[in-house]
Protein backbone atom coordinates (compact mmCIF):
# COMPACT_ATOMS: atom_id res chain seq x y z
CA UNK A 1 0.00 0.00 0.00
CA UNK A 2 1.73 3.58 -0.96
CA UNK A 3 1.45 6.44 1.42
CA UNK A 4 -1.73 8.24 0.10
CA UNK A 5 -3.65 5.14 0.43
CA UNK A 6 -1.98 4.20 4.17
CA UNK A 7 -3.13 7.85 4.52
CA UNK A 8 -6.72 7.62 3.67
CA UNK A 9 -7.26 4.94 5.49
CA UNK A 10 -5.84 6.45 8.88
CA UNK A 11 -8.55 9.12 8.06
CA UNK A 12 -10.92 6.86 7.90
CA UNK A 13 -10.70 4.99 10.97
CA UNK A 14 -9.77 8.05 12.87
CA UNK A 15 -12.91 9.85 11.42
CA UNK A 16 -14.62 6.21 12.71
CA UNK A 17 -13.33 6.70 16.01
CA UNK A 18 -14.59 10.17 16.18
CA UNK A 19 -18.10 9.55 14.90
CA UNK A 20 -17.88 6.37 17.52
CA UNK A 21 -16.97 8.76 20.29
CA UNK A 22 -19.86 11.31 18.79
CA UNK A 23 -22.56 8.45 19.28
CA UNK A 24 -21.41 7.50 22.82
CA UNK A 25 -21.46 10.45 24.37
CA UNK A 26 -25.11 11.41 22.67
CA UNK A 27 -26.29 8.03 24.10
CA UNK A 28 -24.25 8.74 27.77
CA UNK A 29 -26.38 12.37 27.76
CA UNK A 30 -29.83 11.05 26.31
CA UNK A 31 -29.70 8.09 28.99
CA UNK A 32 -28.70 11.21 31.86
CA UNK A 33 -32.12 12.88 30.60
CA UNK A 34 -34.08 10.38 30.82
CA UNK A 35 -32.71 9.33 34.03
CA UNK A 36 -33.63 12.69 35.82
CA UNK A 37 -36.82 12.97 34.67
CA UNK A 38 -37.47 10.75 37.57
CA UNK A 39 -34.95 11.41 39.92
CA UNK A 40 -35.82 12.89 43.05
CA UNK A 41 -34.94 16.76 43.65
CA UNK A 42 -32.13 17.14 46.15
CA UNK A 43 -33.86 18.62 49.30
CA UNK A 44 -30.71 21.00 49.64
CA UNK A 45 -31.70 22.26 46.10
CA UNK A 46 -35.50 22.66 47.58
CA UNK A 47 -33.94 24.61 50.06
CA UNK A 48 -32.45 27.19 48.29
CA UNK A 49 -34.98 27.30 45.85
CA UNK A 50 -37.69 28.65 48.74
CA UNK A 51 -35.24 31.81 49.33
CA UNK A 52 -35.77 32.97 45.81
CA UNK A 53 -38.99 35.23 45.30
CA UNK A 54 -40.01 34.18 42.09
CA UNK A 55 -40.13 30.39 43.02
CA UNK A 56 -42.05 30.80 45.65
CA UNK A 57 -44.53 32.59 43.56
CA UNK A 58 -44.80 29.66 41.23
CA UNK A 59 -47.48 27.11 41.06
CA UNK A 60 -46.96 23.76 42.05
CA UNK A 61 -47.00 22.58 38.12
CA UNK A 62 -44.41 25.54 37.47
CA UNK A 63 -42.56 24.42 40.17
CA UNK A 64 -41.98 20.38 39.18
CA UNK A 65 -41.05 21.37 35.59
CA UNK A 66 -38.56 24.44 36.58
CA UNK A 67 -37.12 21.14 39.30
CA UNK A 68 -36.64 19.22 36.08
CA UNK A 69 -35.08 22.05 33.66
CA UNK A 70 -32.89 23.25 36.79
CA UNK A 71 -31.44 19.40 36.97
CA UNK A 72 -30.79 18.84 32.94
CA UNK A 73 -28.80 22.41 33.42
CA UNK A 74 -26.52 21.53 36.92
CA UNK A 75 -25.64 18.12 34.79
CA UNK A 76 -25.17 19.28 31.27
CA UNK A 77 -22.90 22.42 32.24
CA UNK A 78 -19.34 22.67 33.49
CA UNK A 79 -19.25 25.84 36.62
CA UNK A 80 -15.95 26.86 37.38
CA UNK A 81 -14.72 29.36 39.98
CA UNK A 82 -12.20 31.55 39.27
CA UNK A 83 -10.49 33.27 42.73
CA UNK A 84 -14.19 31.23 44.17
CA UNK A 85 -14.97 27.81 45.42
CA UNK A 86 -17.84 26.68 43.43
CA UNK A 87 -21.15 25.66 45.89
CA UNK A 88 -24.68 24.62 45.49
CA UNK A 89 -25.52 27.46 46.06
CA UNK A 90 -24.27 28.95 43.16
CA UNK A 91 -25.58 26.40 41.01
CA UNK A 92 -29.10 26.12 42.06
CA UNK A 93 -29.66 30.26 41.81
CA UNK A 94 -27.46 30.28 38.29
CA UNK A 95 -30.18 27.25 36.94
CA UNK A 96 -33.20 28.67 38.51
CA UNK A 97 -33.03 31.99 36.56
CA UNK A 98 -31.60 30.73 33.35
CA UNK A 99 -34.44 27.94 33.17
CA UNK A 100 -36.88 30.40 34.25
CA UNK A 101 -36.80 31.87 30.72
CA UNK A 102 -37.27 28.55 29.31
CA UNK A 103 -40.12 28.01 31.56
CA UNK A 104 -42.86 27.74 28.48
CA UNK A 105 -40.02 26.97 25.80
CA UNK A 106 -40.51 22.84 26.08
CA UNK A 107 -36.41 23.05 26.20
CA UNK A 108 -35.26 19.15 26.40
CA UNK A 109 -32.03 20.36 26.87
CA UNK A 110 -31.58 24.05 28.23
CA UNK A 111 -29.12 26.06 26.48
CA UNK A 112 -27.93 23.61 24.19
CA UNK A 113 -25.06 25.83 22.75
CA UNK A 114 -23.42 26.91 26.49
CA UNK A 115 -20.83 24.53 28.23
CA UNK A 116 -19.70 26.67 30.78
CA UNK A 117 -20.31 28.97 33.31
CA UNK A 118 -17.49 30.90 34.58
CA UNK A 119 -18.04 32.27 38.55
CA UNK A 120 -16.12 35.14 39.68
CA UNK A 121 -16.42 36.56 43.48
CA UNK A 122 -16.83 40.17 42.09
CA UNK A 123 -16.56 42.73 38.87
CA UNK A 124 -14.16 42.12 36.60
CA UNK A 125 -11.80 44.01 34.27
CA UNK A 126 -11.95 43.01 30.72
CA UNK A 127 -10.27 44.74 27.53
CA UNK A 128 -13.17 45.67 25.20
CA UNK A 129 -12.76 47.40 21.42
CA UNK A 130 -15.24 50.27 20.76
CA UNK A 131 -15.74 51.63 17.07
CA UNK A 132 -16.50 55.22 16.78
CA UNK A 133 -16.97 56.40 13.57
CA UNK A 134 -14.40 53.88 11.95
CA UNK A 135 -11.89 54.56 14.73
CA UNK A 136 -11.32 51.26 17.10
CA UNK A 137 -9.69 52.14 20.78
CA UNK A 138 -9.85 49.50 23.00
CA UNK A 139 -9.87 50.26 27.07
CA UNK A 140 -10.53 47.93 29.87
CA UNK A 141 -13.87 48.12 31.40
CA UNK A 142 -15.31 46.73 34.67
CA UNK A 143 -18.39 43.95 33.89
CA UNK A 144 -20.43 41.59 36.04
CA UNK A 145 -21.10 39.46 33.39
CA UNK A 146 -20.60 38.60 29.97
CA UNK A 147 -22.39 36.00 27.54
CA UNK A 148 -20.06 34.98 24.52
CA UNK A 149 -18.52 32.19 23.05
CA UNK A 150 -20.31 28.77 25.01
CA UNK A 151 -19.77 30.66 28.07
CA UNK A 152 -21.75 33.11 30.67
CA UNK A 153 -19.64 34.62 33.18
CA UNK A 154 -21.28 35.77 36.75
CA UNK A 155 -19.95 37.52 39.65
CA UNK A 156 -21.38 36.13 42.60
CA UNK A 157 -21.20 39.22 44.49
CA UNK A 158 -23.81 41.04 42.57
CA UNK A 159 -25.84 37.94 41.27
CA UNK A 160 -26.36 36.33 44.40
CA UNK A 161 -28.31 39.55 46.22
CA UNK A 162 -30.10 40.34 43.36
CA UNK A 163 -31.46 36.82 43.30
CA UNK A 164 -32.74 36.35 46.45
CA UNK A 165 -34.79 39.44 45.77
CA UNK A 166 -37.82 41.17 43.64
CA UNK A 167 -35.88 44.17 42.01
CA UNK A 168 -35.56 45.52 38.77
CA UNK A 169 -31.75 43.81 38.44
CA UNK A 170 -30.74 40.30 37.80
CA UNK A 171 -27.89 39.74 36.73
CA UNK A 172 -28.39 36.28 36.35
CA UNK A 173 -31.57 37.00 33.88
CA UNK A 174 -29.79 39.47 32.00
CA UNK A 175 -27.15 37.12 30.91
CA UNK A 176 -29.28 34.25 29.62
CA UNK A 177 -31.85 36.86 27.76
CA UNK A 178 -28.22 37.29 25.81
CA UNK A 179 -27.91 33.56 25.55
CA UNK A 180 -32.03 33.66 24.13
CA UNK A 181 -31.04 36.31 21.91
CA UNK A 182 -28.28 34.55 20.63
CA UNK A 183 -29.48 31.34 19.50
CA UNK A 184 -30.50 31.99 16.32
CA UNK A 185 -26.68 33.35 15.43
CA UNK A 186 -27.04 36.66 15.94
CA UNK A 187 -26.98 38.90 19.23
CA UNK A 188 -29.26 41.94 17.97
CA UNK A 189 -32.45 41.64 20.48
CA UNK A 190 -34.56 39.40 18.64
CA UNK A 191 -34.66 35.90 19.78
CA UNK A 192 -35.51 32.51 18.34
CA UNK A 193 -39.62 33.18 17.98
CA UNK A 194 -42.77 32.00 16.00
CA UNK A 195 -42.94 33.95 12.66
CA UNK A 196 -46.23 35.31 13.79
CA UNK A 197 -44.76 37.09 16.37
CA UNK A 198 -42.01 38.62 14.74
CA UNK A 199 -42.61 41.58 12.83
CA UNK A 200 -44.86 43.21 16.19
CA UNK A 201 -41.69 42.18 18.32
CA UNK A 202 -39.53 44.42 15.90
CA UNK A 203 -42.13 47.22 16.07
CA UNK A 204 -42.03 47.82 19.21
CA UNK A 205 -38.86 46.76 20.79
CA UNK A 206 -37.14 49.28 17.91
CA UNK A 207 -39.19 51.93 18.67
CA UNK A 208 -38.53 51.47 22.59
CA UNK A 209 -35.44 51.25 21.84
CA UNK A 210 -34.81 54.36 19.53
CA UNK A 211 -36.59 56.47 21.82
CA UNK A 212 -34.32 55.47 24.88
CA UNK A 213 -31.08 55.91 22.52
CA UNK A 214 -32.19 59.64 21.51
CA UNK A 215 -32.95 60.50 25.04
CA UNK A 216 -29.72 59.05 26.65
CA UNK A 217 -27.40 60.32 23.92
CA UNK A 218 -29.29 63.44 23.02
CA UNK A 219 -28.48 64.17 27.09
CA UNK A 220 -31.59 64.69 28.43
CA UNK A 221 -33.56 63.36 30.89
CA UNK A 222 -34.86 59.81 30.69
CA UNK A 223 -38.09 60.25 31.81
CA UNK A 224 -40.73 56.96 32.33
CA UNK A 225 -37.40 55.54 30.11
CA UNK A 226 -35.05 55.76 33.50
CA UNK A 227 -37.00 52.25 34.23
CA UNK A 228 -34.12 50.87 31.87
CA UNK A 229 -31.43 53.08 32.10
CA UNK A 230 -28.33 54.35 29.87
CA UNK A 231 -26.94 51.43 29.72
CA UNK A 232 -30.49 49.85 27.84
CA UNK A 233 -29.26 52.57 24.87
CA UNK A 234 -25.96 50.61 23.89
CA UNK A 235 -27.66 48.30 21.27
CA UNK A 236 -30.87 46.44 20.84
CA UNK A 237 -29.39 43.10 22.54
CA UNK A 238 -28.68 45.13 25.97
CA UNK A 239 -32.25 46.88 25.39
CA UNK A 240 -33.72 43.17 25.14
CA UNK A 241 -31.95 42.02 28.26
CA UNK A 242 -32.57 45.14 30.24
CA UNK A 243 -36.00 44.50 29.08
CA UNK A 244 -36.07 40.66 30.37
CA UNK A 245 -34.63 41.78 33.37
CA UNK A 246 -37.62 44.44 34.32
CA UNK A 247 -40.42 42.06 32.88
CA UNK A 248 -40.05 39.68 35.96
CA UNK A 249 -38.41 41.95 38.59
CA UNK A 250 -40.66 45.09 38.25
CA UNK A 251 -43.38 43.49 35.73
CA UNK A 252 -46.19 45.87 37.50
CA UNK A 253 -44.68 49.34 36.23
CA UNK A 254 -43.29 47.65 32.78
CA UNK A 255 -47.21 46.87 32.32
CA UNK A 256 -48.66 50.54 33.50
CA UNK A 257 -45.40 52.59 31.43
CA UNK A 258 -44.80 50.29 28.23
CA UNK A 259 -47.79 48.06 28.22
CA UNK A 260 -47.07 47.13 24.14
CA UNK A 261 -43.23 46.11 25.51
CA UNK A 262 -44.77 44.24 28.68
CA UNK A 263 -47.41 42.40 26.20
CA UNK A 264 -44.68 40.98 23.35
CA UNK A 265 -42.74 39.76 26.26
CA UNK A 266 -45.62 38.12 27.94
CA UNK A 267 -46.21 37.05 24.72
CA UNK A 268 -42.52 35.51 24.21
CA UNK A 269 -41.86 34.36 27.53
CA UNK A 270 -45.67 32.81 27.72
CA UNK A 271 -46.40 34.20 31.70
CA UNK A 272 -48.03 36.74 32.58
CA UNK A 273 -45.28 38.17 34.91
CA UNK A 274 -47.48 41.14 36.62
CA UNK A 275 -49.98 38.42 38.02
CA UNK A 276 -47.28 35.71 39.20
CA UNK A 277 -44.54 38.31 40.45
CA UNK A 278 -46.08 41.90 40.23
Known amino acids: MNYYGALFWIVVALGGVAFALFGLRRHRRSKLLRELETSPFPERYEAILLRTPHFRRLDPEDREALRRLLLRFIHTKEFIGVGIGVNDEMRVLIAFYACLLLLRKNAPLPYPELSTILIYPDA ?155
Request: charged share 30%; hydrophobic share 40%; no cysteine.
Open 124 to 278: VLIEQNRNDGGIVTSEEVEIDGQSANGTVVITWDAARAEALEMGEANLILHEFAHELDFMDGEIDGVPPMDASQYDRWVEVLDREFDALYALAHGGEELGRYDLFGPDAAYDEAEFFAVATERFFGSPAALKEDFPELYDRLEAYYEIDAAGRFG
